[in-house]
């Protein structure tokens, strides 16, 4: 098996669907020798900033010199970026052996009456199988959906982290913050550390007793106070004061909401030392200062400036649209987007419609995406205007055609679509990265 046979075959399996629950992904690992109880994790669930928090934990890590496992979802370009150790993707031919040494242990779950394993299960048994190969010292993992029955969570942490909660997959979670609180706060184990993010009062008493009831101790990011000192496009200084105080913090990751996902990664840290881990007050600063997290925020081009962010709900829309304000509120911006039917895209719409009437319609490379006349129906209803186009790299050429050296070209709505966007971004702009 290649590693595109490989892809073919994980992919295959999602016409499995979702289907949450332990038992399936218990017996891969069992299969697998159980990497997952050699490992010493950091588990990172909440709706919006795992992505953030996942990587300023693992940067302060890397600063101290851990080698470190990442496992995030989805990718945004390529499915090696799913699977890190430090910076590094996973290699094709290892993807390529993992999925074929999983084969056999399906087979055999399935032949024992189990339902088949789900894409995610498969890709997450193979992760914590390739993590122990690599002996690293610390696997910081974002759950993939939800919490209590992800298939992430059968792991023995050594830290939990809750971050900000909001309505996204109500059909599965609840339609109640509590009720994703209390999916979300499943990660939570006996005796565990936990950190939360600030929350809602509703989320934050499901997850304070969920706490209570598992004996783990609590570390309040809501006990750490901030101060900025510059808030820029080229960067964010700013003073935390938590169980230490830190001066003249840099981040390179944009918007006010990365200073509070920072904040709750430097109380994951503050945590693990009690713990009795080994991590210096440099390694926090040149962690921070590290940290990129492609397509949330992500400036890629100056003049025009373009921008790439994954906003794909109503609170990281809302957030997204603060961010313009703050650092274009006096340019013209311009919209690409495209957005999947199950979401709530109307509201969505009238955000985005705060910063701009200017929209490009396009759909996102899912089963689940409206298209592109759809989602300019909606613009146009709430009283935007829309050009639909037929695929995404017409809809990054016409941007880069209509769009002022001196004003904003924004890419959001799916991060299905940004990841795309951002290819053939590259090709246009005649980069080889971002």
Same mark, same amino acid.
């Given at each position: 098996?290649?590693?595109?046979?490989?892809?073919?075959?994980i992919?295959?399996t999602?016409?499995?669907?979702?289907?949450?629950?332990?038992?399936?992904i218990?017996?891969?690992?069992?299969?697998f020798?159980?990497?997952e109880?050699?490992?010493?994790?950091?588990?990172?669930?909440?709706?919006n900033?795992?992505?953030?928090?996942?990587?300023?934990?693992?940067?302060?890590?890397?600063?101290?010199?851990?080698?470190?496992?990442?496992?995030t979802?989805p990718?945004?370009?390529?499915?090696?970026?799913?699977?890190?150790?430090?910076?590094n993707?996973?290699?094709?031919?290892?993807?390529?052996?993992l999925v074929e040494?999983?084969?056999?242990?399906?087979e055999r779950?399935i032949?024992?009456?189990?339902?088949?394993?789900?894409?995610?299960?498969?890709i997450?048994?193979?992760?914590?199988?390739?993590f122990?190969?690599?002996?690293?010292?610390?696997?910081?993992?974002?759950?993939?959906?939800?919490?209590?029955?992800?298939a992430t969570?059968?792991?023995?942490?050594?830290?939990?982290?809750?971050?900000?909660i909001?309505y996204?997959?109500?059909?599965?979670?609840?339609?109640t913050?509590s009720?994703?609180?209390f999916?979300?706060?499943?990660?939570?184990?006996?005796?565990?550390?936990?950190?939360?993010y600030?929350?809602?009062?509703e989320?934050?008493?499901?997850?304070?007793?969920?706490?209570k009831?598992k004996?783990?101790?609590?570390?309040?990011?809501?006990d750490?106070?901030?101060e900025?000192?510059?808030?820029?496009?080229?960067?964010?200084v700013?003073?935390?004061?938590g169980?230490?105080?830190?001066?003249n913090?840099h981040?390179?990751?944009?918007?006010?909401?990365?200073?509070?996902?920072s904040?709750?990664?430097? =109380?994951?840290?503050e945590?693990?030392?009690?713990?009795?881990?080994?991590?210096?007050?440099?390694?926090?600063?040149?962690?921070?200062?590290?940290?990129?997290w492609?397509?949330?925020?992500?400036v890629?081009n100056?003049?025009?400036?373009?921008?790439?962010?994954?906003?794909?709900?109503?609170?990281?829309?809302?957030?997204?649209?603060?961010?313009?304000?703050?650092?274009?509120?006096?340019k013209?911006?311009?919209?690409?987007t495209?957005?999947l039917?199950?979401?709530?895209?109307?509201?969505?719409?009238?955000?985005?419609l705060?910063?701009t009437k200017?929209?490009?319609?396009?759909?996102?490379?899912?089963?689940r995406?409206?298209?592109?006349?759809?989602?300019?129906?909606?613009?146009e209803?709430?009283?935007?205007? =829309?050009?639909?186009?037929?695929?995404?790299?017409? =809809?990054?050429?016409?941007?880069?055609?209509?769009?002022?050296?001196?004003?904003v070209?924004?890419?959001c709505?799916?991060?299905y679509?940004?990841?795309?966007?951002?290819?053939?971004l590259?090709v246009?702009?005649?980069?080889?990265t971002f």
């Amino acid at each position: 098996m290649n590693y595109n046979e490989a892809l073919k075959f994980i992919e295959n399996t999602g016409k499995f669907g979702m289907n949450l629950g332990l038992q399936r992904i218990e017996r891969l690992c069992e299969l697998f020798g159980n990497p997952e109880k050699d490992l010493r994790f950091i588990h990172v669930a909440g709706t919006n900033g795992k992505g953030s928090t996942t990587t300023f934990i693992s940067e302060i890590l890397m600063a101290q010199g851990y080698k470190v496992g990442i496992y995030t979802s989805p990718y945004i370009e390529r499915f090696t970026e799913r699977i890190k150790i430090n910076r590094n993707e996973i290699g094709e031919d290892d993807v390529a052996r993992l999925v074929e040494e999983i084969k056999p242990n399906i087979e055999r779950a399935i032949s024992e009456g189990l339902e088949h394993p789900t894409e995610f299960e498969i890709i997450t048994a193979c992760a914590f199988k390739y993590f122990k190969e690599q002996e690293a010292d610390f696997v910081v993992l974002e759950v993939g959906l939800g919490g209590r029955f992800d298939a992430t969570n059968v792991v023995k942490p050594v830290l939990s982290v809750i971050t900000t909660i909001s309505y996204d997959h109500t059909n599965i979670l609840g339609d109640t913050l509590s009720k994703i609180a209390f999916e979300k706060a499943g990660i939570i184990k006996e005796f565990v550390p936990v950190v939360i993010y600030p929350q809602e009062d509703e989320a934050m008493e499901v997850i304070l007793k969920v706490a209570k009831d598992k004996n783990a101790p609590v570390y309040l990011v809501e006990d750490y106070d901030y101060e900025i000192v510059k808030n820029s496009i080229d960067g964010i200084v700013f003073n935390v004061k938590g169980k230490s105080t830190y001066k003249n913090l840099h981040l390179s990751m944009l918007g006010e909401h990365q200073i509070r996902n920072s904040m709750t990664a430097i =109380a994951a840290i503050e945590a693990m030392r009690e713990m009795g881990y080994e991590i210096s007050g440099g390694s926090i600063y040149n962690g921070l200062k590290n940290a990129i997290w492609p397509g949330r925020f992500e400036v890629v081009n100056k003049a025009p400036c373009i921008i790439l962010d994954g906003a794909h709900n109503m609170q990281g829309m809302e957030v997204l649209v603060k961010s313009i304000k703050k650092y274009f509120h006096d340019k013209k911006v311009r919209v690409v987007t495209g957005m999947l039917r199950d979401k709530d895209y109307i509201h969505m719409v009238n955000e985005l419609l705060k910063i701009t009437k200017s929209f490009i319609t396009v759909a996102p490379d899912s089963p689940r995406a409206l298209s592109s006349k759809e989602l300019k129906g909606v613009i146009e209803g709430c009283g935007g205007d =829309a050009l639909a186009v037929n695929s995404i790299e017409d =809809a990054v050429k016409i941007g880069l055609e209509i769009t002022g050296e001196d004003e904003v070209l924004l890419f959001c709505g799916s991060l299905y679509m940004i990841g795309a966007a951002r290819r053939i971004l590259r090709v246009l702009l005649n980069r080889e990265t971002f």
